[in-house]
């Protein structure tokens, strides 16, 4: 579920509420090609014989990096500004990885704008984002995201 809102009115909007966004597959041939993007091709995310004989997961994980920039698939889905002549990724400020994501997880956002202040021009807002695995009682990401928006 998208909230859509404008700029301006980001100010009035610290602790609400984001989403949930639409689940996605993070099946094992997306963790190889992210493997093949990065060159990190660790066994405990590409080497499936060997993560599921070897590994504590009990199979392949993904990179928890992977699951790092699935935020910037959400984000959108959980919040949209508009009209803004640009739209800034300013980076961000707390990243964990609090549970892994075993291959063939689904995953979704939720999300919470924590603060958004203006800056020159712009309103800078901080969204934490949670990634949750279906089925599963920790999230696989928490990420406070820094984006400004531009009228």
């Not at 579920?1 to 301006?8: E, I, R």
């Not at 493997?35 to 928890?64: K, L």
């Not at 964990?96 to 800056?119: C, W």
Request: glycine share 10%; charged share 15%.
């Amino acid at each position: 579920m998208t909230t859509t809102t404008t700029p301006d009115a980001l100010l009035g909007m610290v602790g609400s509420a984001l989403g949930p966004t639409d689940w996605i597959a993070v099946e094992q041939d997306r963790i190889d090609l992210f493997a093949d993007a990065t060159g990190d091709h660790q066994w405990i995310h590409t080497d499936v014989a060997r993560a599921v004989a070897e590994s504590p997961f009990g199979g392949p994980i993904a990179h928890g990096y992977l699951t790092l920039s699935l935020v910037n698939l959400f984000l959108p889905q959980l919040l949209t500004v508009e009209p803004i002549s640009m739209g800034v990724n300013v980076g961000l400020d707390k990243v964990r990885f609090p549970a892994p994501v075993p291959a063939g997880s689904r995953l979704r956002a939720a999300g919470e704008i924590v603060s958004a202040e203006p800056i020159g021009e712009g309103i800078q807002v901080v969204v934490r984002v949670a990634v949750e695995i279906e089925g599963g009682t920790k999230p696989a990401c928490v990420a406070d995201t820094v984006s400004r928006f531009f009228p």
